[in-house]
């Protein structure tokens, strides 16, 4: 189906809009990205720039280059994180485009190249960062005599022939009309044929929905003690534990709370078990105050040279660990 430009702009207008982290979206060109951020604070962004326009036999392709942006903080305390959320956003574009855009936007695109997204960062004066991502979406032509919107047309001094388009014989749109009839025509045989079938089929999937919510009302009981499991454990796995005064071994379990206190009256030994996937759960922390200058033995995997800064047993200290796997953790310190 041809589309203009305006109604492929609302399609990726309708995208901006429903997702929720996009708070704004815009159209122009990269020299207007600064007026716009200016005008609409609210951030994330989408920002959508034509970059080039090409005719082919039964395609016209929109060339765009999409910018999704967001601001970091002066201090780059947030940079990891917007840079993965507005990458994910075009992501997220992409698949919409891929996946979902013939249904939300009635448009038919045959043609959708995005491979490589490029970073941008420190672009304006508002500090903002993300990602671009070029794309090419391909709208169909319809190549008929009928296509253009022309009245009819009288032949001038120079001889033009007279025609309207309903006295083209060969108009491809009259043509396709008359195959179709044809083929609407067979398929009411068939469709009629079908609703015996289907009326049968119907008396069997009553009998098969009795059986259904049979086994639906066998299950609840299942079901909420499983949601009552899932519950506890994540108000389990929420909770700060503390361990009070601690010496010799001790042993941490990740799957009792996301944080554990401690005050050290000897030195101590970790050991850590049910350990999150750093995908699942980003930081696993501890907080751990002395009241001496006791000697903190870390698990494998742990390597007490890479807590940066190392642990003062003078201050409080709070070790935080990612892990990366394979008894493999990812460490880091902050002490106040």
């Known amino acids: ?6 109604q492929i702009l609302q399609n990726l207008t309708y995208f901006a809009d429903a997702h929720t982290q996009v708070f704004s979206s815009g159209f122009g060109f990269k020299s207007d990205i600064n007026s716009f951020v200016n005008n609409n604070p609210n951030l994330s962004c989408l920002f959508f720039e034509i970059t080039g326009n090409t005719f082919n036999t039964n395609t016209q392709d929109y060339n765009f280059r999409i910018y999704c942006l967001d601001a970091k903080q002066k201090d780059n305390n947030n940079l990891q994180d917007v840079l993965s959320d507005t990458s994910q956003i075009l992501v997220d574009l992409r698949k919409y485009l891929i996946n979902v855009f013939e249904t939300n936007g009635a448009f038919w695109s045959d043609n959708i190249n995005s491979n490589s997204s490029v970073p941008y960062t420190n672009y304006t004066d508002d500090l903002l960062i993300g990602w671009s991502l070029d794309i090419q979406i391909s709208s169909g032509l319809l190549i008929s005599d009928c296509d253009i919107p022309l009245g009819p047309v009288t032949g001038g001094g120079g001889g033009l022939p007279s025609f309207n388009c309903d006295l083209i014989v060969d108009c491809s749109v009259i043509t396709n009309i008359e195959s179709n009839i044809t083929s609407i025509e067979s398929n009411i045989t068939s469709i009629e044929n079908n609703i015996t079938l289907i009326e049968n089929d119907l008396l069997t999937i009553d009998a098969t929905i009795d059986i259904i919510q049979d086994a639906v009302t066998d299950n609840q009981t299942d079901i ?18 503390d361990l009070g005064d601690v010496s010799g071994t001790v042993d941490i379990d990740w799957s009792l709370a996301v944080k554990y206190k401690m005050n050290l009256t000897n030195n101590i030994t970790l050991t850590f078990s049910n350990y999150s996937n750093y995908e699942e759960t980003k930081v696993q922390g501890l907080e751990i105050t002395s009241n001496g200058a006791y000697v903190v033995t870390f698990p494998v995997g742990v390597d007490p040279i890479e807590i940066d800064p190392i642990l003062d047993m003078t201050k409080t200290n709070y070790p935080s660990f990612r892990y990366l796997g394979n008894t493999l953790f990812q460490s880091q310190n902050y002490i106040r």
């Open 1 to 6: 189906m041809q589309q203009t430009l305006n």
């Open 224 to 241: 909420t003690a499983i949601e009552t499991t899932l519950l506890n454990n994540q108000t389990a796995f929420e909770a700060i534990k």
